[in-house]
């Protein structure tokens, strides 16, 4: 399995960005992809996931970020509106095999390389 995120950079507080992530894997519509972040000097953070059976997201991000899958090109997205400084950090896409909506990094194997978003005020 294999992830390589793409989108990130810097955006004003307010505004939006949008992230991908490129997924390979034999078995994208049985699996559960997420995003998490990590901000510097914190502990990575579950934002999102998204599977078959539905979505969740962290009330961090709850009403602000949408999580969305392309089953055609094996896809996953990362809508984020309203963003805050606080939302700076950098993110990384993860699929895990299963469609269980977990939200802890210790059960995702596969990981992207993550993209830095900086949220200026």
């Known amino acids: 399995v294999q992830l390589q995120a793409s989108g990130g950079g810097l955006v004003q507080a307010g505004g939006s960005m949008r992230l991908s992530c490129a997924v390979t894997t034999r078995t994208f519509s049985t699996s559960a992809l997420a995003w998490f972040r990590q901000a510097l000097g914190k502990e990575r953070e579950f934002v999102a996931v998204i599977s078959r059976i539905g979505r969740d997201y962290a009330d961090s991000v709850k009403g602000r970020f949408t999580i969305s899958r392309d089953v055609i090109n094996e896809a996953v997205s990362l809508q984020m509106s309203g963003v805050k400084p606080e939302d700076t950090a950098v993110y990384y896409c993860?699929?895990?095999?299963?469609?269980?909506?977990?939200?802890?990094?210790?059960?995702?194997?596969?990981w992207g390389q993550g993209t830095q978003v900086t949220v200026s005020s």
């Open positions: 993860a699929a895990r095999d299963g469609y269980t909506l977990l939200s802890t990094a210790k059960n995702y194997p596969y």
